[in-house]
């Protein structure tokens, strides 16, 4: 396993990221267990969940992936410094998480106290905001125009940002988190928080997770760019476009159980022709190399430069050893010209 250094923050994370967001719906405890064990065994060091999983979100499975985790923490207290443990805050629109509401200095306060209860731990390595209030380009709203930037109050949202910058600073000096990172945002958004941050001497962002993949290349170069010369750790979530890049969704097939036969909170918006049509051919060219779809997709992944740990998720022990595995991968100049230049003909499929 390789390793890199999370941002500014010192540590020292492996390259495969242990995402979690199916455990309490397709997964249970054991098999979670397994997973957590699994990963350790390979080098996985770090490990991604959120107080709004399992998924698909619903009031029953609120806090349920956060619980499980802690099952394991509170079965071996011994082993919680193997794990650099993230987890993070909802932000607007679920109303069964604070009454839907914004996210303030008073929200993280005690976001922070109900996640370490449940993840039976008394610090998180990385707390992050799962989404800005403002809205942001993401989920398929990066095309012109679908957001308005204009509209938004800059200064309102300055001073939100310094109101939460303040409850993450006194976070962080009680010991409950080690460090801060975003989700879901903008390079404006990196940028406004370590400007804040110098400028009233507050905790410092470490990093930031974002959709990215071979279908969803848009913060690629802006975005990781500035993560490169801000010290902001970069996470691509998602790195198989929610499961299309395995492969196992081409032709409207729907494998029993899969993420894709389930009610989504935001729609399928990756299922489309240009999606089923990319897929194809990078399955041919998977083949074609010996190695899976999902492999080809998460070891490009790996190599791009910027990227500092690509958050992964199973639902079985198999497709668990096949992503890490990929990262083991060394793909050649040939293959990456072949990747590219299926890329340059779906540079956006959704």
Not at 60 to 69: H, L, Q
Not at 234 to 243: C, E, M
Not at 268 to 289: G, I, Q
Request: glycine share 6%.
């Amino acid at each position: 396993m390789k390793y890199s250094k999370l941002g500014s923050s010192g540590l020292s994370v492996s390259r495969v990221c242990l995402g979690t967001m199916t455990w309490g719906v397709q997964n249970t405890q054991e098999d979670a267990n397994e997973q957590i064990e699994y990963a350790l065994s390979r080098g996985v060091n770090f490990m991604d969940t959120a107080e709004m999983y399992a998924v698909p979100p619903s009031p029953e499975t609120y806090g349920k992936t956060e619980t499980i985790i802690g099952n394991w923490l509170g079965a071996n207290p011994s082993r919680r410094g193997e794990v650099i443990l993230a987890t993070k805050i909802a932000g607007v629109g679920l109303p069964w998480i604070r009454d839907g509401g914004e996210i303030t200095g008073e929200a993280i306060i005690k976001a922070i106290d109900d996640s370490l209860a449940r993840l039976q731990t008394n610090y998180i390595d990385l707390y992050q905001l799962h989404w800005p209030n403002r809205e942001s380009p993401h989920f398929s709203k990066h095309h012109p125009n679908m957001v308005n930037f204009t509209s938004v109050d800059t200064a309102a949202h300055s001073a939100q940002m310094l109101e939460i910058l303040q409850a993450l600073d006194a976070s962080v000096k009680a010991g409950k988190i080690r460090h801060f990172g975003l989700s879901d945002d903008s390079p404006w958004g990196i940028n406004e928080y370590i400007r804040l941050s110098e400028e009233h001497n507050l905790t410092r962002v470490t990093s930031i997770q974002n959709e990215f993949s071979l279908l969803h290349t848009k913060d690629w170069p802006y975005l990781i760019e500035n993560c490169v010369h801000a010290d902001v750790a970069y996470l691509p979530w998602s790195a198989l476009a929610a499961g299309a890049l395995s492969g196992k969704y081409i032709d409207g097939s729907r494998p029993e159980g899969s993420r894709w036969t389930m009610e989504q909170r935001n729609w399928l918006f990756r299922d489309n022709d240009v999606t089923n049509d990319a897929v194809k051919e990078y399955k041919a060219l998977a083949e074609k190399n010996g190695i899976t779809t999902a492999q080809l997709a998460l070891a490009w992944c790996d190599q791009v430069d910027g990227v500092t740990s690509t958050i992964i998720g199973a639902t079985t022990m198999a497709q668990l050893k096949e992503d890490i595995d990929a990262f083991d991968l060394e793909l050649s100049d040939e293959l990456k010209a072949d990747i590219a230049a299926i890329h340059r003909k779906y540079p956006v499929p959704f």
